[in-house]
Every structure is written in structure tokens, then in C-alpha cells.
């Protein structure tokens, strides 16, 4: 699941919470309340976390102990990249959740979020061991966050433990069969396994899904063409390297691959015309040699006695 959409998600469910725990709603409309997490979700939605933080800010001001107003803020503080903040926000949000299911899980989609963040952050720094600490507690506080179980594939692959990655990229198909960027670095891991059999039925899928950037199409059509041709599958190799080009004009692997492969089909075509023509001539020279010993033989006439 991509952030955008994970954010509007732990909204949602912060929203659901603050409804069913606000007061009966009054015949000229909602709860103050639940009027102001509304707007607060449309503005974050609409990108405009400063306004959704000041938002949150009087939610809380008029009601500390309102866990939804928490998950705003924090909600908001994610948005700026403010992330350690969004955290403390969200840890609040859950400490003031207790007996309120759908908040608290509301609130650990928002922690799960910003330690994913964190553990990227650390990774682009070198600390490896800190980075893995906190994508480890991302997916405790959220299993379903399926860009955090990416994340930690992503750091089993490249520590040199592509298994471990597969069996993440596996789990993210299990909580969401259609996430194609679990196709897509499944095909990558089992490229870099040597499995190109493997390699192309996930890349197929991951094309097939529709999903990645012009990118990541690209390279998978590159590397599906790859496969193709190790196969001797010299025009299927040939369509994805002509994909690959369409999406990522100028990429030279892809281009260089083409032209060899465009070679060979001609030298195959050249090679069946060759073969046709001597078949040809053979049908040719058989048929005059027939006709040569039927002139023979009339020209000898019958044997002697008949």
C-alpha cells in the first residue's frame, strides 16, 4: 500500500472511532467534534497539513483526552516529515484508546507508518541494525502495512539473505494479492538467484498487474526480454526490448539487446529462405532426373522378349 493511501486509510478509521464515541448527533447536524476531524482529513488529504495541524491543535485544546484528535496531529506531523512528533502523537492517541478497537488499530497504522519512515531514514544512513530494530516494530504495530513488509524484503536483499527477502514479498501477497511491487522485486530476487524461469513468471505478473512506474515497466520488460531470449524465444524477446524502449526511450541495454536479437531473427529468416530455395531445387533436379531415366528407357525400348 502506498503512504498516500495508508495515511488516508488510518484517517478514516480515526474518523469511524470519533464518531461512534461522539455524542448522538443533533438534528442540525454532526458533532462539533467529528465536524472538525472531517475537515482535519480533508485538508491532510488535499496536502494541506499545516492547516490540518492547527486543526488537530484546537481538537486537543478543547479536549486533551480525545484519542482522534491525537491521531490528527500526528497524522499532520507525518505529513510535514515532522516524524519523530507524528510518532509521539500517535503513541498518545493509542495510550487514550483503551476500549476503543478501531482506534487503537487506527493508531498503530499511524506508529507503523512512522517507523517505517524512521527505518528508511536510518538505512540511508548506514545504521543498518537501527534501521532493522524499527522495521521490525513497524510490522509488529501493523501487519497489514505492506510498504514497511517491502521495505524489510528490501534490507533481507540487500544483506545477502534473498530467502528471507522472498518469504516478506510472499507475506505482502498474502495481506494484498495484487500488490505488483512485491511481483516485481520477487522477479528481481529470483534474477538475482540465477532463476530466470522464475524471474520471468514474475515479471509477467508484475506487467500484467499494471502497477510500477515507467521505470520499473521498463526494466521488467528489459529483463522479461532477457529471459525470452535465453528461451530462443527470439520474437517475444524481441516485443518487450520494442516495450521497453517505448516506455524508457534511450535505454541502451534494451536497445543493444534489440539489435541482436533483430539479427538473429533475420538470420534465422534468411537461413528458412535458403532452405526453402534448396529444397526448391532439390524437388527440381529429382524431378529432371525422372524424367532423364524415362528417356533412357523409352529410347532403350523393352527388354528382349517382352
Known amino acids: 500500500m502506498e503512504r498516500g493511501a495508508l495515511r488516508c486509510l488510518v484517517c478514516a478509521l480515526a474518523i469511524s ?134 521495505f524489510r524484503g528490501r534490507m533481507y536483499e540487500m544483506m545477502g539473505s534473498p530467502d528471507r527477502a522472498l518469504e516478506e514479498y510472499r507475506a505482502v501477497l498474502d495481506a494484498n494479492p495484487s500488490e505488483s511491487q512485491a511481483f516485481y522485486y520477487i522477479a528481481k530476487t529470483h534474477l538475482g538467484k540465477q532463476d530466470f524461469g522464475s524471474a520471468l513468471a514474475s515479471f509477467e505478473k508484475f506487467l500484467l498487474s499494471d502497477g510500477g512506474d515507467a521505470g520499473q515497466r521498463a526494466e521488467a520488460h528489459y529483463f522479461a526480454g532477457e529471459a525470452k531470449r535465453d528461451a530462443y524465444d527470439f520474437a517475444g524477446a524481441a516485443s518487450h526490448f520494442r516495450k521497453a524502449l517505448e516506455l524508457k526511450p534511450g535505454m541502451e541495454p534494451a536497445a543493444k539487446s534489440l539489435g541482436l536479437v533483430e539479427e538473429r531473427i533475420a538470420a534465422i529468416r534468411a537461413a528458412a529462405a535458403a532452405e526453402k530455395r534448396l529444397a526448391a531445387l532439390g524437388i527440381g533436379l529429382l524431378l529432371a532426373a525422372c524424367a532423364g531415366l524415362a528417356v533412357a528407357a523409352w529410347k532403350i525400348g523393352p527388354p528382349a522378349g517382352a
Open 17 to 150: 472511532a470519533a464518531a461512534a464515541a461522539a455524542p448522538p448527533v443533533c438534528a442540525q447536524g454532526m458533532s462539533k467534534v467529528v465536524e472538525d476531524l472531517v475537515e482535519g482529513r480533508r485538508l491532510a488529504e488535499a496536502g494541506s497539513y499545516d492547516k490540518a495541524l492547527a486543526v488537530a491543535e484546537r481538537i486537543i485544546a478543547e479536549d486533551y483526552a480525545n484519542p482522534a484528535g491525537h491521531h490528527l496531529r500526528g497524522l499532520a506531523l507525518y505529513g510535514l516529515g515532522r516524524t519523530d512528533e507524528a510518532c509521539s502523537s500517535y503513541s498518545k492517541s493509542l495510550d487514550l484508546s483503551a476500549g476503543t478497537e478501531i482506534m487503537a488499530q487506527a493508531a498503530k497504522s499511524g506508529m507503523s507508518m512512522c517507523r517505517h519512515a524512521q527505518a528508511y531514514d536510518a538505512w540511508t544512513k548506514g545504521e543498518y541494525a537501527k534501521a532493522l530494530e524499527l522495521i521490525e516494530i513497524a510490522v509488529l504495530d501493523d501487519s497489514r502495512n505492506t510498504a514497511a513488509l517491502l
